[in-house]
């Protein structure tokens, strides 16, 4: 059973466009949505997280919508910039007081200048 | 940026070798997170610790794969007979508690079965 899912699985944008990223979860008892980017040949970072007790979560250029009742989710990047093509992936703490998160199957965003 | 050191970087096996990484987690981190990641990009979970103990692991039922964190040692992550489907990054992380904070990520030993 996939826990988390990802789409589109590639997106293109043109630089100054805003980037829309979605994910949707299973289970509503999950409380912890952290989203990861990974550039090329390096390892996942964080790059920004919600709680189900906000509906949103704003940091910078990058924004996660969240709508608990039909347990999706969405990233927002604003203004998009060619340094911001990478691979995102939306992950859910699915393994309570362990912390185990599980991953989606990321999305490949290019923005083109 | 993240502090958690992995080696070797690259790994090289025939099948049916041993490969053996390592993971020194970020200092003040008690827990420790190993990931396979494929060349799909795909995650697996395979284990976690807390200071030595197991927090929760995959079903390893294959015997194959084996990992520890001993006291004042590096973690490790074993394959005792690799096999070429085992070929991925291998990732480790570690976190100041287990749930719901922020986990860093090291940069991987990637190991390829030949």
Known sequence: QQ???QSPQSLTVWEGETAILNCSYEDSTFDYFPWYWQFPRESPALLIAIRPVSNKKEDGR????????????????TDSQPGDSATYFCAVNTGGLSGKLTFGEGTQVTVIS | NSKVIQTPRYLVKG?????????????GH??????QQNKNNEFKFLINFQNQEVLQQIDMTE????????????????????????????????????????????????????
Not at chain 2, 30 to 35: A, G, I, K, L, T
């Open chain 2, 15 to 27: 099948q049916g070798q041993k490969a053996k990484m390592r993971c020194i987690p970020e200092k």
């Open chain 1, 3 to 5: 826990q988390v899912r």
């Open chain 2, 63 to 114: 015997k194959r794969f084996s990992a520890e964190c001993p006291s004042n040692s590096p973690c490790s992550l074993e394959i005792q007979s690799s096999e070429a489907g085992d070929s991925a990054l291998y990732l480790c992380a570690s976190s100041l508690q287990g749930a719901n904070t922020e986990v860093f990520f090291g940069k991987g030993t990637r190991l390829t079965v030949v």
């Open chain 1, 62 to 77: 990058f924004t996660i919508f969240f709508n608990k009742r039909e347990k999706k989710l969405s990233l927002h990047i």
């Open chain 2, 30 to 35: 008690p827990v420790v997170f190993w990931y």
